[in-house]
């Protein structure tokens, strides 16, 4: 197939190299999200800084991350999956080392840049890479499970991952991790991957729009960061995010009428893909606003320190995984589409549970709402990526698989922000001590199950056998 990924040899060994280059990036990629946190008070002290500068720490990343992310997709179609997988991790290494060499704010604030620019060419990169390994239906959808579990244990383990390494090594080890991991990703890719030069004359998507996506994607990102600090109703909060806003109208019109669209018009007419969207935004959600309350809950109600905290969640990063490793055989037999809402009820019923549990009960008690909630999200978000996937082409994959990545980060953050906002509010109007708002985890299971619903009703998943449908070639 022109321009598809291969590896250097046909046995079974060069693909395993691959794939697990692949996940490895992918983890220390998502897990950078959340392990730099722990260690922000200590970084803080040492380099004398402001707390506002303390924030910019973690913002840069996810900022950079976000708002890269969409225009990385078309990176990787125009460069090829080699070549922007060695660019990508590249420029995120390097990230990596600067913020472990640094004596200074502004040169970790740029490292941090670097990291999120380079993770935002890298994700979807390695989606696309998969797609590529494994045409498959039943072998990628494993694959795509094994993924999405190792984004959202990333995701949990870094506070454990990160209080770990300051505790051991100091806050330089947190980002110097990544360095001897990126260097043997690069040396692997090098010397599995076989060069794809095909991809070198595919012309590139409509530069003015991806123009538009990166600076509409930063500034609605930089709003909903600045709205976690200042709130929703600050004027820099507001001001960026209509200018986002306005810019994302703008690039959705410039879309429709170019001729080279980032995001191609045969997917944004494809049922199925634009359930994907939305699937993977409800469930980035609901996911991310429960561990965001969950960790606030331990720490303030149960007096657990941020290890145990995270330690404490780990029900639910072992059902996710379990859940996503079992994907392919249970959406073989059911479908995308029953799979979906199956996971998706097994979610909302496990959150309810969790809202609705005293803060004061015996840790117990959380353990099995915590493994429906885990097992939930672990086969609907890689059942809403394949169900998506399938319907790209051999030259879209890298943007289309951006698109999707993209709407779960969006529901990540908003997430944390707007779930944040609401315990803070409640917490202030009813004189309650923080963490003892259990009210708030009900909404986002009502999401989830308002989620399932749009998948039920929308039926735009049903494909025959599997409802995946291995696309090898371009349309």
């Given at each position: 197939?022109?321009?598809?990924?291969?590896?250097?040899?046909?046995?079974?060994?060069?693909?395993?190299?691959?794939?697990?280059?692949?996940?490895?990036?992918?983890?220390?990629?998502m897990l950078d999200l959340s392990v730099v946190n722990v260690a922000l008070p200590t970084i803080r002290e040492e380099l004398s800084t402001a707390y506002s500068g303390m924030q910019w720490i973690a913002n840069s990343y996810t900022l950079a991350f976000a708002g890269v992310l969409l225009s990385g997709g078309a990176i990787v179609d125009r460069l090829g999956r080699r070549r922007a997988f060695l660019l990508s991790q590249s420029v995120f290494t390097l990230g990596a080392f600067?913020?472990?060499?640094?004596?200074?704010?502004?040169?970790?604030?740029?490292?941090?840049?670097?990291?999120?620019?380079?993770?935002a060419i890298l994700v979807p990169c390695s989606l696309a890479?998969?797609?590529?390994?494994?045409?498959?239906?039943?072998?990628?959808?494993?694959?795509?499970?094994?993924?999405?579990?190792?984004?959202?244990?990333?995701?949990?383990?870094?506070?454990?991952?990160?209080?770990?390494?300051?505790?051991?090594?100091?806050?330089?080890?947190?980002f110097g991790i990544n360095i001897p991991a990126g260097l043997l990703a690069i040396v692997v890719a090098c010397l599995v991957l076989l060069p794809d030069?095909?991809?070198?004359?595919?012309?590139?998507?409509?530069?003015?729009?991806?123009?538009?996506a990166l600076c509409a994607s930063t500034l609605v990102a930089f709003?909903?960061?600045?709205?976690?600090?200042?709130?929703?109703?600050?004027?820099?909060?507001?001001?960026?995010?209509?200018?986002?806003?306005?810019?994302?109208?703008?690039?959705?019109?410039?879309?429709?009428?170019?001729?080279?669209?980032?995001?191609?018009?045969?997917?944004?007419?494809?049922?199925?893909?634009?359930?994907?969207?939305?699937?993977?935004?409800?469930?980035?959600?609901?996911?991310?606003?429960?561990?965001?309350?969950l960790a606030i809950q331990f720490q303030a109600s149960r007096d657990y320190s941020p290890i145990v905290a995270g330690?404490?969640?780990?029900?639910?990063?072992?059902?996710?995984?379990?859940?996503?490793?079992?994907?392919?055989?249970?959406?073989?037999?059911?479908?995308?589409?029953?799979?979906?809402?199956?996971?998706?009820?097994?979610?909302?019923?496990?959150?309810?549970?969790?809202?609705?549990t005293p803060p004061y009960v015996d840790y117990i008690a959380l353990v099995l709402p915590l493994v429906f909630f885990g097992a939930g999200m672990g086969i609907t978000l890689p059942a809403a990526n394949n169900a998506g996937l399938s319907r790209v082409?051999?030259?879209?994959?890298?943007?289309?698989?951006?698109?999707?990545?993209?709407?779960?980060?969006?529901?990540?953050?908003m997430g944390v922000a707007i779930l944040g906002a609401l315990q803070s509010a409640t917490t202030a109007s009813s004189h309650a001590h923080i963490g003892e708002v259990p009210d708030i985890a009900v909404l986002a299971g009502g999401l989830t199950a308002l989620a399932f619903g749009v998948?039920?009703?929308?039926?735009?998943?049903?494909?025959?056998?599997?409802?995946?449908t291995p696309v090898v070639g371009s349309r």
């Open positions: 197939m022109p321009g598809r990924l291969s590896v250097r040899s046909r046995g079974k060994g060069s693909r395993l190299s691959a794939v697990g280059t692949i996940f490895l990036t992918v983890f220390f990629a600067m913020c472990t060499v640094s004596n200074g704010l502004t040169f970790l604030i740029l490292g941090r840049v670097s990291q999120g620019v380079g993770a890479m998969i797609v590529d390994l494994f045409p498959e239906a039943r072998q990628r959808a494993k694959a795509v499970g094994i993924w999405s579990a190792i984004n959202a244990i990333a995701l949990a383990v870094g506070p454990v991952v990160g209080g770990a390494l300051l505790g051991w090594l100091g806050w330089r080890a947190v030069h095909t991809r070198a004359r595919r012309q590139i998507a409509d530069p003015a729009g991806i123009i538009l709003a909903v960061v600045e709205a976690t600090d200042r709130g929703w109703r600050a004027p820099t909060v507001i001001s960026t995010l209509s200018a986002g806003l306005v810019g994302l109208v703008f690039f959705a019109l410039r879309n429709l009428q170019a001729k080279r669209p980032v995001l191609p018009h045969e997917l944004l007419r494809d049922s199925v893909f634009r359930t994907s969207l939305l699937t993977v935004l409800c469930v980035g959600f609901a996911y991310s606003s429960a561990l965001f309350l330690l404490a969640l780990a029900p639910a990063a072992v059902a996710m995984a379990i859940a996503s490793t079992l994907l392919g055989r249970v959406q073989d037999k059911l479908g995308a589409r029953k799979v979906m809402q199956i996971g998706m009820l097994a979610g909302a019923v496990g959150l309810v549970a969790l809202g609705l082409t051999a030259d879209n994959s890298g943007v289309g698989s951006a698109a999707i990545e993209s709407s779960q980060q969006f529901g990540l953050v998948v039920l009703s929308l039926g735009g998943t049903r494909q025959g056998r599997g409802d995946v």
